[in-house]
């Protein structure tokens, strides 16, 4: 198990679309903050001011951006024969399964939590520390609470594209269905749960909705066990079916 983890890490390391999609989320997270600083659109705002203003809008980079990544780190090691070769050398298929979803689930946390991270170190050396509409809250009460969150989500998120991945054998076939899944499961719960309390209540627990309440939760404290819990569970329930599936899957 400690050696698979070794190996997917390396692969982690080396992955060109992983260090792609970083290094973008970087270059977008230092140019937000300094288009604000050259416009003067800044007002008051101090580091964690601007953080809160912008973290809904990693909400995309939260549910796009990894789904890139498990095309290329998950699928891809059906048709390069990866799969077959871990098998064939003896390790057990759970243990497979979990040292791929362990180091995913790395990748997709440092994904989600870089923007928010790199936004509030650049705009508080250009606006300054500390909040000007909420004077009282301090980088650990704010910042650190968003950043556990995000990871929270992050992985989850990870978990269920890690089950995509092990079920498609294409990397280009991943992505597609994970960006078309994702993009029309958000617009059918939007649709069809101003008709239906159900799906309303399936709705406003999935992690798809609570990912939007992050800030919200944060600024009033409001909710933090729901906003805990669910994506724990998700995140457990997706790894079980991740092992079920490769399990009974056929590797050629």
């Known amino acids: 198990m400690n050696n698979l983890i070794k190996a997917e890490l390396y692969k982690l390391k080396h992955d060109r679309s992983f260090w792609a999609i970083a290094l973008t989320i970087i270059l977008i997270g230092i140019l937000a903050p300094s288009e604000m600083l050259i416009r003067g659109t800044s007002g008051e705002m101090k580091g964690i001011d601007v953080v809160i203003a912008f973290v809904n809008q ?15 780190f ?30 995913f689930t790395i990748g997709a946390i440092i994904i989600s939590i870089l923007f928010p991270l790199v936004l509030w170190i650049v705009s508080t050396v250009f606006f300054g520390s500390g909040s000007h509409l909420f004077p009282n809250m301090s980088v650990v009460e704010s910042i650190v609470p968003m950043i556990g969150l995000l990871a929270l989500y992050g992985a989850a998120f990870a978990s269920f594209m890690t089950l995509i991945g092990l079920i498609f054998t294409d990397s280009g076939k991943t992505i597609s269905f994970l960006f078309v899944f994702t993009f029309g499961l958000e617009v059918a719960f939007s649709i069809f749960s101003k008709n239906s309390p159900i799906i309303q209540t399936i709705y406003n627990h999935s992690i798809i909705k609570l990912i939007k309440d992050i800030p919200a939760a944060i600024l009033e404290q409001t909710e933090l066990f729901t906003m805990i819990i669910v994506p724990i569970l998700t995140f457990v329930v997706c790894a079980i079916g991740c092992c079920i599936v490769f399990s009974r899957k056929e590797i050629k």
């Not at 980079?61 to 290329?72: E, H, R, S």
């Not at 024969?81 to 497979?96: A, C, F, P, T, Y």
């Open 58 to 72: 990693n909400e995309l980079v939260m549910k796009y951006a990894p789904c890139i990544l498990a095309g290329f």
């Open 74 to 103: 998950i699928s891809s090691d059906y048709s390069t024969g990866v799969m077959k070769n871990l098998i064939s050398g003896g390790n057990k298929r759970m243990e497979i399964v979990l040292a791929k979803l362990s180091v």
